[in-house]
């Protein structure tokens, strides 16, 4: 009999899928179904004491994308809330990567969360520039914390931030996450271990986008670390509706076709003159255009 489940680490040919009393099923997919990702909600047929067969993908309720070598958008994970973007100044801090990944979640109708990590490590100089970096991102609307796993700051306030929304963490290598996630998670090895058992795959089960439930309600995934997070081709239009502070003036423009480039009567490049919206966004839109 068919039974629902939740996807809660993808391998490509296999799934772990979760049963609605939390037990852990190694699943293939049928042929002829869609990409399966983390996250997704599934109708599944188990074949085995710890095996089964995922029948369907149920309707996803917001996909997150990723672009692969040939800029493509492939699906990375379904379903969630919120997207926490977490840098730090170590590794050096990228405004571009940044502002990708708050594109990605508008564009995939997901929250952005943005977490500057590594608090502690702020000198003045640095400090300076940080609460410049969150003050334009909190007029432009995000929710911008400082945190600290090392010395437990913002913690509280990280973990009422993912209360009862499914969130899913991303960022450079080396920013933190694994330390932040311990701190919210602390029976997280435990888990681990458990996963790695379930999949026959061993540590692998590290190096892979992974769903943890939290214990104050909701659901946690986390994404290995990266060097950088490609949005693929995008749509001129689609592009602009993923800077939130472009839409009072999407529709404005002299021209119907403008892409907000050199175009004469923009109304975005008379936003950006008056100060309204930030050169430098407007330099990550050229980019991403280019």
């Known amino acids: 009999m068919k039974q629902p489940g939740l996807v809660i680490i993808n391998y490509g040919k296999n799934q772990l899928v979760e049963d609605t009393s939390g037990g852990i099923y190694r699943c293939v997919a049928r042929r002829g179904l869609p990409q399966i990702v983390c996250g997704d909600e599934v109708e599944w047929l188990q074949t085995g004491d710890t095996n089964g067969v995922i029948e369907s993908i149920r309707p996803r309720r917001t996909v997150l994308y990723r672009a692969d070598g040939n800029d493509s958008q492939r699906p990375l994970v379904a379903n969630i809330d919120q997207l926490i973007i977490e840098a730090a100044l170590e590794p050096a801090l990228d405004y571009f990567l940044i502002d990708k990944y708050c594109i990605a979640a508008e564009l995939a109708q997901a929250t952005p969360l943005i977490i500057i990590n590594k608090a502690d490590l702020l000198e003045d100089e640095d400090r300076v520039r940080i609460e410049s970096l969150v003050s334009e991102y909190r007029h432009i609307g995000y929710t911008t914390l400082l945190t600290s796993a090392l010395k437990n700051t913002g913690i509280d306030a ?22 932040l996630i311990k701190r919210l998670l602390p029976d997280r090895d435990i888990a681990v271990g458990k996963l790695s058992e379930a999949s026959g795959l061993g540590k692998h089960t590290t190096t892979s986008t992974t769903l943890y439930h939290l214990p104050q309600g909701g659901h946690l995934i986390d994404s290995p670390g990266v060097r950088d997070f490609h949005l693929g081709k995008v749509a001129t239009d689609e592009l602009g509706n993923g800077f939130r502070e472009f839409h009072p003036y999407l529709g404005q423009c002299r021209f119907n076709d403008c892409r907000h480039l050199s175009e004469p009567g923009c109304a975005i490049h008379a936003a950006v ?9 407007m330099q990550s839109y050229r980019q991403l255009m280019s």
């Not at 960022?171 to 330390?179: E, F, H, L, T």
């Open 158 to 179: 990280f973990a009422d931030n993912l209360a009862g929304k499914t969130s899913i963490m991303v960022g450079q290598s080396g920013v933190g996450k694994s330390s």
């Open 273 to 281: 003159a008056a100060g309204v919206i930030l050169e430098r966004r």
